[in-house]
Structure formats: structure tokens, C-alpha cells
């Protein structure tokens, strides 16, 4: 499968635990996205890569998140300290190009805090 | 941000009937407007997508419009089958995609 991977799928853990989760775009793609989805809304921005460089990250990924992307290759997000609040679908997409190009999503890192 | 607002939040149909989804925003310079496609516990699926420089555009069943003037535009499937059941997104373009609530689609045999 050429597509775009994430692990783990599920994630449960205690409040106050920190968490990685990885993200695998398609090998082409130069531009990684991460998004949140809770229940019942459509996936919301956190940040972006362009190659290694993060270039936009969004008022909802507070000083507890940390995204990286080494290399331009695989990317992952931490969350330090995790909150009842944090509990989501952490969502992953890759593109290529620069913007307006179609974005392809994996199946998501479902988190859940106890 | 960008605002998008999608229409209805809940569509059933009868298997064979069209469905129609809709969406506004508020950025005229936006110009790309994909529509997502997402099961159960599944990531979001493109399903097809259109650009400001198009009014319209098909593949097989699925067919988008878009209106630029008005801003809005609108996701058409026709002769549904069950397996279109899911919840559909649409989106807009920034520097990231911004989607609206989404839309949940049911076609009962």
C-alpha cells in the first residue's frame, strides 16, 4: 500500500502522559499536513511541512504540541502533559506541489485519555 | 479564517435517488474545492475536486458545481447505491484545507 500510513491507530493513556504519534506520506510528497477531527465536526488545521520546514501551525496547537519532520520524510506530533480535551482523531495528509494540490489523508491516530 | 458552511448536516435517500450536499464560504480568493468521502473509522477520501477557473466537473456518478460569484458550491451523486452511506466533507483551500461540518449521508436499499 502506497498511501498514506499513521501509527499507532489507537492510543489510550492516562492524563498527563505525553504521546508520539508517526505519520508515513506517500514517498513523493513534499507537503504534510496534521489535522484534528473530534466527533461529529470535519478535520481541523494544526500544521504543515514543506520538506523539513514547518511553515504554518494553527492557534489550536498550543506549547504542549511538537510536530517535527526530519529529512522532509516521515513526520511526528507530540503531545506532553495530555488533557481530557485532547481526546481526537489526529489525522495525517501529504501532497505534492505547492498549494491547491489535492491532499491525501491516512486512517488516523485515534487518542483517547482517561 | 476561512467560514464553511456545508448543508444538510443529515441526508437519507432511497437507493437509486440523487443527493445533493451544498457549501458557502466567505474567502473570494479562495479557488480550490475538494469534496471528501469518510467511513467509519476510516481518514477522509477525495473524491473529487474542482478548481475557480471551472464551473463544473464529472466523474461517472459523482459531479461538483461551483459558483464563484455566489460563493458556494455543491457535491451531486447520482443513482445512489448503500455503499455511498458515509459522511461527506466539503472544503476549501488556504494555505490548508478548511471543511465544513459534514454531512451524513444514508441510502437505504
Known amino acids: 500500500d502506497t498511501g498514506v500510513s499513521q501509527n499507532p491507530r489507537h492510543k489510550i493513556t492516562k492524563r498527563g502522559q505525553n504521546v508520539t504519534f508517526r505519520c508515513d506520506p506517500i514517498?513523493?510528497?513534499?507537503?504534510l499536513y496534521w489535522y484534528r477531527q473530534t466527533l461529529g465536526q470535519g478535520p481541523e488545521f494544526l500544521t504543515y511541512f514543506q520538506n523539513e520546514a514547518q511553515l504554518e501551525k494553527s492557534r489550536l496547537l498550543s506549547d504542549r504540541f511538537s510536530a517535527e519532520r526530519p529529512k522532509g520524510s516521515f513526520s511526528t506530533l507530540e503531545i506532553q502533559r495530555t488533557e481530557q480535551g485532547d481526546s481526537a482523531m489526529y489525522l495525517c495528509a501529504s501532497s505534492w506541489g505547492e498549494r491547491n494540490q489535492p491532499q491525501h489523508f491516512g486512517d488516523g491516530t485515534r487518542l483517547s485519555i482517561l | 479564517g476561512e467560514n464553511v458552511e456545508q448543508h444538510p448536516s443529515t441526508l437519507s435517500v432511497q437507493e437509486g435517488d440523487s443527493a445533493v450536499i451544498k457549501c458557502t464560504y466567505s474567502d473570494s480568493a479562495s479557488n480550490y474545492f475538494p469534496w471528501y468521502k469518510q467511513e467509519l473509522g476510516k481518514g477522509p477520501q477525495l473524491i473529487i475536486d474542482?478548481?475557480?477557473?471551472?464551473g463544473e466537473k464529472k466523474d461517472q456518478r459523482i459531479a461538483v458545481t461551483l459558483n464563484k460569484t455566489a460563493k458556494h458550491f455543491s457535491l451531486h451523486i447520482t443513482e445512489t447505491q448503500p455503499e455511498d452511506s458515509a459522511v461527506y466533507f466539503c472544503a476549501v483551500s488556504g494555505y490548508a484545507l478548511n471543511f465544513g461540518k459534514g454531512t451524513s449521508l444514508l441510502v437505504t436499499p
Open positions: 514517498s513523493e510528497h513534499n507537503r
Open positions: 474542482i478548481r475557480s477557473n471551472v
